[in-house]
């Protein structure tokens, strides 16, 4: 008999079976299960006498909280739970726990005997869900309906306006109940034949929609109109008359081709060149301003890349700006040169902007152009004028500084520099005029020119003094033969309107091998040997080493 109702415990009932043991230290073991609880479970013989936290961890919180009620109340205690079997399912249980006591009256075991409610549960929820379903989908409706912006009617397939949304009811002024209106009341004579047809596709069962005027409540609208039949059961039962308010759209439009014919017009007419470019770097469009800045047709240019006839050396940096400009979304401005069409290199400087659309994605980039070559020429003239002297063209006290300061930093060989003046220059002056002395000093710095290599400097400081760097020059024998060069160049006879006048120099010399010293130092070490130089009675030179 015992065999028996072990059996019929452990394979007769369908259910899971558990008994759990209540220790004395509050913990909780499994004493018992079914074959039930253990294919579903997943537990085995292996895990009777083991703690139920350390079997099922996740679960232990949940369990101990109603075992513990359980064995404290010492009555039933029923619950509702779900737990994932073997295969991955979910299963829905509702557990029942019965404590069992000694003949003390204390809770020893406790028998939980959990009932597969899983079909029932899932029909619950499959109707729970259909409810809210059906609700969900009756307020989206209705949202839609009352809340949307364009205006909807309904019609009967008379054509009769039978109710309609917020919108509707603010385009036509109803207050209460909508007026019983035939809907070709609000269009114009002319545009009726497109609208009856529209209604009668609709009445069919297609939609069919319609661009006219419609005029309402003493308002022109520009609308959009779409006819949707209402279809129960198969059948046309009404019309939806959804009217859509484009005025806005087609003003922007409108505004849109104004603005597009006048930028088409100051493209055609614009003295610097509009371009646009693809993002692969090829022009999509170029101005007729071309014809007049390059002397090309635009045509010979669109398709062609943007670097097309640019000088080779600013292709680099061309190519980095267009890149960095897409990448970053701003503007670009560079200057280079283009070849025109007479082969001659002109400067242009141009401004590019990127063009992205609605999603941020690179449409093109615009790119204007202006002709700087004039304005290039006369920073050029204005940076010589700055380096140099008006009157000689010879190099000025500047870029003297200058080079001085980079032969020093360059280290590449001493060189000597000498200071000259010319003699007697205030009695030229004073005798013969300004013109005679200016004469004097450009036929002077000629000179000097004519007495040194290419690679060496003459510069005028101002007035009557003169400055020459001599690169590679760095003892006495090297200056002293220099100088006698430029002595004797100086002493031919000068002709200033007829007349025959005789100029001679002093000289005075100083090799520069220490790079620490600065261009004041040199210059005034120079200036100490011309100074012993005129001492000796002019016309002569001298050289004065450079501590």
């Known amino acids: 008999m015992e065999k028996l109702l072990f059996r019929a415990v452990m394979k007769g009932i369908k259910e899971m079976v558990f008994i759990v043991k209540a220790e004395p230290d509050g913990e909780f073991t499994y004493a018992f299960l079914n074959e039930e609880a253990k294919m579903r479970s997943g537990l085995s013989d292996e895990d009777l006498g083991k703690p139920i936290q350390c079997i099922q961890p996740d679960l232990s919180s949940f369990l101990y909280s109603q075992y513990r009620k359980a064995a404290e109340t010492k009555e039933d205690v029923v619950y509702k739970d779900s737990y994932t079997a073997l295969s991955g399912e979910t299963y829905y249980s509702k557990t029942r726990l019965s404590p069992l006591m000694d003949e003390k009256g204390e809770c020893t075991h406790i028998t939980a005997l959990v009932n597969d409610i899983t079909e029932s549960t899932w029909a619950e929820l499959d109707a729970e869900e259909s409810r809210e379903r059906a609700l969900e989908s009756r307020e989206r409706f209705r949202s839609l309906f009352d809340h949307n912006l364009d ?304 690679s060496d400097l003459v510069a005028r400081l101002g007035g009557d003094e003169f400055i020459v760097l001599l690169r590679g020059v760095e003892n006495e024998d090297k200056l002293s033969k220099v100088a006698d060069k430029m002595l004797s160049a100086i002493r031919d006879p000068f002709h200033f309107n007829g007349m025959e006048m005789s100029v001679t120099t002093s000289i005075g010399m100083t090799v520069v091998e220490n790079t620490s010293c600065s261009p004041a130092e040199i210059l005034k070490a120079a200036d100490k040997a011309l100074y012993q130089a005129k001492a000796r009675g002019r016309n002569t030179f001298s050289i004065l080493s450079l501590n």
């Open 151 to 454: 205006a909807i009617f309904y019609l009967n397939l008379d054509g009769i306006t039978i109710s309609g949304n917020r919108a509707a009811g603010a385009y036509i002024g109803w207050e209460s109940e909508p007026e019983e209106i035939h809907f070709r009341e609000w269009f114009k004579e002319k545009d009726l034949t497109e609208v009856h047809h529209a209604f009668l596709k609709a009445k069919t069962g297609e939609a069919s929609s319609f661009r006219t005027k419609v005029y309402m409540n003493g308002k022109k609208i520009d609308g959009l109109s779409i006819f949707v039949p209402v279809m129960i059961h198969h059948e046309v039962t009404g019309i939806y008359w959804i009217l859509k308010d484009i005025s806005t759209e087609m003003d922007a439009i409108k505004r849109f081709r104004d603005s597009e014919k006048k930028l088409r017009i100051i493209a055609e007419n614009a003295q610097d060149l509009i371009t646009l470019v693809d993002h692969k770097g090829t022009i999509i469009y170029a101005s007729p301003s071309y014809r007049q800045v390059l002397g090309y047709h635009e045509r010979e240019y669109e398709g062609q890349l943007f670097s097309h006839r640019v000088e080779e050396e600013y292709l680099p940096e061309l190519e980095a700006s267009f890149i960095e400009s897409i990448q970053q979304g701003t503007p670009w401005k560079l200057q280079l040169r283009q070849q025109h069409h007479d082969k001659e290199w002109m400067w242009t400087e141009l401004h590019g902007t990127p063009v992205f659309d609605d999603q941020d994605q690179f449409n093109y980039m615009v790119v204007v152009s202006r002709d700087i070559t004039f304005n290039k020429k006369q920073e050029s003239r204005l940076e010589y004028f700055a380096y140099h002297d008006s009157l000689t063209g010879l190099p000025n006290r500047r870029l003297l500084q200058k080079t001085m300061e980079e032969e020093q930093q360059s280290g590449r060989q001493p060189f000597s520099v000498l200071m000259l003046d010319i003699d007697h220059f205030k009695t030229i002056n004073d005798e013969l005029g300004h013109d005679a002395g200016d004469a004097v000093i450009e036929e002077f710095g000629r000179r000097l020119k004519m007495s040194t290599r290419s």
